[in-house]
C-alpha cells in the first residue's frame, strides 16, 4: 500500500516532522511519497527542471504520485491546516481512495473542531502515530 503523505513544507520543523511520519510509516511496511523528498521543496530549487518552470514541474510531479497511491494522509497539525494539502485531498476524496488525517496539536478552528469541509473528507482524524498505524493496518 502506497501512502501519500500531504503536509506544511515551510519550516525546518515541519520538514523534520514530516521525515519523522514518513520514516515511522516506512519501518511498518508501507512505502510513501513524501512530496518534500519525492517532488521537491520548491522554494529550494531551480526556477527550471527537465524544461519547466519549477511550479509546473513539482505540480505535475505530486499529481502523478496522488494517482499512484493508494491511501492520502493529512498531518494537520499548525494553525491551520496547508492549502496544497486541501487541494490534495479534496483530489483523494473525489477519486473514493480513503483519506486519514493525524493531529497532535490541540488548536482547531472554532469549539475544538475542524473545518468541516475538511473533517468530513477524512475518514478519521488519529490522535497518535499508534492510532494511525492500527487504522492503516486495518484498511
Do not use: H, W
Not at 519525492?38 to 505535475?60: A, H, L, N, R, T
Not at 491551520?80 to 480513503?98: I, N, Q, R, T
Amino acid at each position: 500500500m502506497k501512502i501519500y503523505i500531504a503536509a506544511p513544507l515551510y519550516c525546518e520543523q515541519e520538514l523534520e516532522y514530516n521525515l519523522k511520519i514518513d520514516t515511522f510509516l516506512r519501518e511498518n511496511g508501507y512505502d510513501t511519497y513524501l512530496p518534500q523528498r519525492d517532488g521537491g521543496v520548491q522554494s529550494q530549487m531551480p526556477e527550471i527542471i527537465e524544461g519547466m518552470p519549477k511550479s509546473e514541474y513539482v505540480f505535475k510531479k505530486d499529481l502523478e504520485a496522488m494517482q499512484e497511491s493508494d491511501v492520502f494522509l493529512f498531518l494537520l497539525d499548525g494553525r491551520v491546516p496547508d492549502e496544497g494539502a486541501c487541494v490534495a485531498l479534496g483530489y483523494f476524496y473525489a477519486s473514493g481512495k480513503p483519506c486519514v488525517g493525524l493531529k497532535t496539536d490541540s488548536r482547531s478552528l472554532v469549539a475544538g473542531e475542524d473545518n468541516l469541509m475538511i473533517k468530513m473528507a477524512l475518514k478519521k482524524i488519529c490522535r497518535s502515530k499508534e492510532e494511525l498505524l492500527n487504522y492503516l493496518n486495518n484498511l
